[in-house]
């Protein structure tokens, strides 16, 4: 998909199709003026028979009107002027593509306005980024294993955005380089996160690792197997993977795109590619969304992706741990005790709190790389869901500035993150009469209480964790990956290595 800016006047831009915006103030913004004037007023006359649309995302499509190179103008509504927001805006553009995408349009004009949002430091950058991002979204097809023929793919190759300034030109540009390569991020985690979890294994996530390192000469991969991460003492890890006859992985994945010796910012996901609960079975209900249970490590693995496509000046490690969890013979039963790399002992009163003891070696693990921070990425908690809903990931640490720096990038990316507040009483509900912790803190906290569990093991290290099980994926007739929090994350690393907005 190729993204270009345009100055041309729309009735001469090089383009099959024009979109525009139509607020319910019945008046014309300058570019749907233009497109007015150049069809003779043809726009106006339909609007004065009540057949424009002007509630927000309601979309028509109007054919070869007078006076336009573009056979094809897509009308979007953008509601009132008032609430015309950036997340008005969002919408309105995100019909608007599904509205072209119904067409063969191969070159789209956009000629939407902009919201105020973007008048601000940075937002020609992000109004690019928003631009690719969505487009790429609208384009997204779920990587779906039905037998049915394909739908022909939409023949969309171009997009570009009218009136933007020369001074604008250059960040909008960079915006739509950055946006693809998160989109094509996003892309990598919403698949990896749809596959079923007899696709998506854990030597399948391996195998996906070793395919970024070929394509990217500044990856490199390494994968531990089954005895590798015995080696390593991983002995919570191994706890979640006794009760699967699939083999655990163990993956790092290390870009070095900084200076030599400078310290990485370590990336940690879960990567549980399915989650039956193992002897503390999950019910039934939803129990199929527990293939979901990787999105944390793919999320490492697309941002590492977008990192190194992007070639950012800095120095990034992801690490995942990937494993199945099941019941079993020889599964881990509530009440077991298991040492962690750390040598912490961990008595495992609910073997469904599983992805903390998958977290809690892989961050130990972190500590050999002396990172500048350690950021880990799981779809830990339902609590999280009853706290937070699907709109905002959960974010919590040791470190408020680092927290508060995800959640500045969430801001800025339209991938909201919040922080919670982790406090030392919380730890006191993991005690344990019979090891260092337990692996669960009761109803009260949950979200808490599972980063409580990791902030044993990040001690010294400046860490924060993002709980992504509501953001990640969505349930019922929409169910599927959203791709989420990777702009979150890619705008943290573009952030800290001085190239945003
Ligand atoms: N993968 C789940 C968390 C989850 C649940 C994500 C629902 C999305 C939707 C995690 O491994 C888990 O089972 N957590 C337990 C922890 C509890 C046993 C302390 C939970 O949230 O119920
Ligand atoms: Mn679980
Ligand atoms: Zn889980």
Sequence with gaps: MQFETSNLSLAAVRADCIAIGLHDDGKFAPLAQQVDEASGGRLKQLQARGDLPSRLGETLLL????????????????GAPADFDRRAW??????????????????????????????????DYYFGRAVAELTHAALYRTNDLKSARKPKPAALTRVLTAAIANEAAANVKRGFVHGSAVAGGMKLLRDLGNLPGNICTPRYLAEQAKG??????????????EAGIRRQKMGCLLAVAAGSAEPPRFISLEYRGGKAGAAPIVLVGKGVTFDTGGISLKDPGAMDEMKYDMCGA???????QVVAELRLPLNVVGLVGAVENMPGSRATKPGDIVTSAAGLTVEILNTDAEGRLVLCDALDYARRYKPAAVI?????????VIALGHHTTGILGNDDALAQELVAAGQRADDRGWQLPLTEEYAEQLKSNFADLANIGGRDGGVITAAAFLGRFTKGMSWAHMDIAGTAWLS??????????????????????????
Excluded: N, Y
Aim: hydrophobic content about 45%.
């Design 63 to 78: 054919l070869d009107l007078p006076g336009l190179k573009a056979e094809r103008v897509v009308v979007v509504g953008l």
């Design 90 to 123: 969002r919408k309105a553009l995100s019909a608007a593509l599904k509205a072209v995408l119904r067409t063969r349009t191969l070159r789209l004009a956009l000629a939407l306005e902009r919201p105020a949002a973007d008048q601000k430091p940075g937002g």
């Design 212 to 225: 970024l390192a070929s394509a990217h000469r500044s990856l490199t991969v390494k994968v531990l197997d």
């Design 298 to 304: 793919a999320s490492v693995l697309a941002a590492l």
């Design 376 to 384: 880990d990425i799981a779809t830990l908690t339902g609590a999280c």
């Design 476 to 501: 019922g007739s929409q169910k599927g990956g959203t791709g989420r929090p990777l702009p979150l994350l890619a705008d943290f690393l573009i952030e800290r290595a001085g190239r945003g907005g």
